[in-house]
T-cell receptor
Framework: IAGITQAPTSQILAAGRRMTLRCTQD?????MYWYRQDLGLGLRLIHY???????GKGEVPDGYSVSRANTDDFPLTLASAVPSQTSVYFC?????????????FGPGTRLTVL | GQNIDQPTEMTATEGAIVQINCTYQ??????LFWYQQHAGEAPTFLSY??LDGLEEKGRFSSFLSRSKGYSYLLLKELQMKDSASYLC??????????WGAGTKLIIKP
């Protein structure tokens, strides 16, 4: 089934631990994105990648890193988790980085940092 | 700064019509999106407007006025399954999406 998968579905993490959220798409989309969604706030872009091999910083990149070694995978790493990183994380992808560029979302990862 | 405003919550009755407004101030404009998000789920695409006017898609329509920085999503013949949050997002000059906080729509029988 075509789409975007994310893993894990949810995670409880101790502060200071390292964590990688996984995202894989099989639509051969060029662009991929990581957002966080917090209650009362809009989706906020963490990092993005317009094509394999390139990445860029979004609105709230601090404390997060990404890589884009191939078209399909776009992992998000928290090097040393802090409680303010408790959130729901969504990965998304789109065909291109400009124009009518509908983003399609994965099911999300609910992360709690204690 | 960039800003997207939409009401926090709205309530409507099954079978009725509801209009959800969105106003925006962004650095550039390359289109406006509406997404639907059911509780605990991912956002799903509803509509896209880049030119002024109304786009109709079944029970859902979306309107855009670029000169006013304004859009609305119109939902007709409301069904209980329409209970969800509706997210407005504007594509700015860098083609990044700027998101509103969403409008939670509650449908009552």
């Amino acid at each position: 089934i075509a789409g975007i998968t994310q893993a894990p579905t949810s995670q409880i993490l101790a502060a200071g631990r390292r964590m990688t959220l996984r995202c894989t798409q099989d639509m051969r989309h060029n662009a991929m994105y990581w957002y966080r969604q917090d209650l009362g706030l809009g989706l906020r872009l963490i990092h993005y990648s317009n094509t394999a091999g390139t990445t860029g910083k979004g609105e709230v990149p601090d404390g997060y890193s990404v890589s884009r070694a191939n078209t399909d995978d776009f992992p998000l790493t928290l090097a040393s988790a802090v409680p303010s990183q408790t959130s729901v994380y969504f990965c998304a992808s789109s065909e291109a980085s400009s124009g009518t560029d509908t983003q399609y979302f994965g099911p999300g990862t609910r992360l709690t940092v204690l | 700064g960039q800003n997207i405003d939409q009401p926090t919550e709205m309530t409507a009755t099954e079978g009725a019509i509801v209009q959800i407004n969105c106003t925006y101030q962004t650095s550039g404009f390359n289109g406006l999106f509406w997404y639907q998000q059911h509780a605990g789920e991912a956002p799903t695409f509803l509509s896209y407007n880049v030119l002024d006017g109304l786009e109709e898609k079944g029970r859902f329509s979306s309107f855009l006025s670029r000169s006013k920085g304004y859009s609305y999503l119109l939902l007709k013949e409301l069904q209980m399954k329409d209970s969800a949050s509706y997210l407005c997002a504007v594509q700015d000059s860098n083609y990044q999406l700027i998101w509103g906080a969403g409008t939670k729509l509650i449908i009552k029988p």
